[in-house]
C-alpha cells in the first residue's frame, strides 16, 4: 500500500446501515475515507482515540490518521503490532489492553483498528474487555476484512486449541471501508479477501455470483465495481447479523466453507507462507460444495462452476493445493472436531442445494465426511 493510495481521488461513499437498535452502526465504503476520518470519528462525541495498527500498515497510514483525529480536538495514542496471525494471541491482547489503559482511555473514547482483520478482532476485543466495555471503529484495510471481519461484532484470538476460541460479540461505533487502500494490496492478499465476497453470493445470491463472474476482473482492478462488491457483501453480511446477532441460528450460514477451511489453517499451524484465511475459505467453499454433490443434495454442475470461477481468480480449490500438504484425513477431522460449530459431538456443515441455496446441515456423521475426505485427499493433485 502506499500514501498515493490514500490520497485517491474521494468517491461519494456508499452507507451501509447496521440496524440493531441501540448498538446501530453505519459501514461507509467509498474511494478516499482516510482523509475524513477525522471528522468523521469525532462526530462520535469521544476525547480520546487509542489508534491499534501493524507495523505494515502503520507507517503508511497511522500519522495520517492521527492527524486527522488531533485536528478534530482529540487525544491521541498508537500502538503498533507486529503483522500475521501469531499477534491474535493472549500476549497480543495484553499488549494492547495494557495500551489503552495507558492511554487513559474512558468509556466515552474509542478504540480504533487500522489494519486487516488480525488488528480488527485482537483490537475490537481489547476494547470489549477493557473497562468491561469501551467503544470502538473499524478502518479495515485489506478486502477480507472490508467484506467480513470488520462487520458483524466478533472479535476475538486464536489459542493453541483452535482460530477465534476466545473472543466476545461487541459492534464497533463505525466501520470505515475505504478501498482506495486496496489499489496497492498485494495480490495475494486480494484474491484472499476475494473469496468471502464470492461467499455472499453462494450463500443466497445466484445473481452477485453471476455478478462476480462476470466483473471479478474489474473488482480487482479498482473502480466502482469493487465499491460494488464490497458494499453488497457488507449489506449481505448486516442482514445476517441483525438477523441474528449472537449466531444462535441464520448466522451460521456466514461460515459457508469455514468448517472445512478453519480445519486447514489449523493443520498448517496458522503459517501464512502455506496458507491464509480467504485461501483456506476458498478450498472449503469448493469442499462444501463437491461434499453437498457427494450427499446428492446439490447438481455436480453448480460444484464445478464454483470451482472453476475461484481458479479463474487464482486461488486454491483442492487440498492437493495447500504447500506441504494438509496431513491425514484423522488430523483434518480432528481439526474440524474442535471448531466452535460441533455440538454433542456431530459435526455441523453449512451444505449447499445450489448456487445460492445454502442450509444448516447439523449432525453430519464423522464416517460420512472421512469417506469423502479420503476421496477428495486420493484425487486431489498439487
Partial sequence: MSHAAAQAEPSAPITVPVPLGERAYDILVGRGL???????????????AAIVTDAHVGPLYADALAASLEAQGLRIS??????????????????????????????????????GGVIGDLAGFAAAVVRRGVRFVQV??????????????????????????????????????????????????????YAEVV??????????????????????????????????????????????????????????????????????????????????VAIGLCLAFRFSASLG??????????????????????LGDVPGGCGTVDALLDAMAQDKKVKGGALTFILARGIGQSFIAPGIEAESVRAFLRDETNTSRP
Fill in 34 to 48: 482516510i482523509g475524513t476520518a477525522g471528522a468523521r470519528i469525532a462526530a462520535l462525541g469521544a476525547r480520546a
Fill in 78 to 115: 498508537v500502538t503498533v503490532l507486529p503483522p500475521g496471525e501469531a499477534t491474535k494471541s493472549y500476549a497480543g491482547l495484553e499488549r494492547v489492553c495494557d495500551a489503552v489503559l495507558e492511554a487513559r482511555i474512558e468509556r466515552g473514547d474509542l478504540v480504533v483498528a487500522l489494519g
Fill in 140 to 193: 479495515p484495510t485489506t478486502l477480507l476484512s472490508q467484506v467480513d471481519s470488520s462487520v458483524g461484532g466478533k472479535t476475538g484470538i486464536n489459542s493453541r486449541h483452535g482460530k477465534n476460541l476466545v473472543g466476545a460479540f461487541h459492534q464497533p461505533s463505525l466501520v470505515l471501508a475505504d478501498t482506495a487502500l486496496l489499489d496497492t494490496l498485494p495480490i495475494r492478499e486480494m484474491r484472499a479477501g
Fill in 199 to 280: 461467499k455472499y453470493g453462494l450463500i443466497d445470491d445466484p445473481g452477485f455470483f453471476a455478478w462476480c463472474e462476470a466483473h471479478w476482473r474489474e473488482v480487482f482492478a479498482g473502480g466502482p465495481e469493487r465499491d460494488r462488491a464490497v458494499a453488497q457483501s457488507c449489506r449481505a453480511k448486516a442482514a445476517v447479523v441483525v438477523r441474528d446477532e449472537h449466531e444462535n441460528g441464520d448466522r451460521a450460514l456466514l461460515n459457508l466453507g469455514h468448517t472445512f477451511g478453519h480445519a486447514l489453517e489449523r493443520i498448517t499451524a496458522y503459517d501464512s507462507a502455506r496458507l491464509v484465511h480467504g485461501e483456506g
Fill in 297 to 318: 443434495l446439490c447438481p455436480r454442475a453448480d460444484a464445478e462452476r464454483v470451482e472453476a470461477h475461484l481458479k479463474a481468480a487464482g486461488l486454491p480449490t483442492r
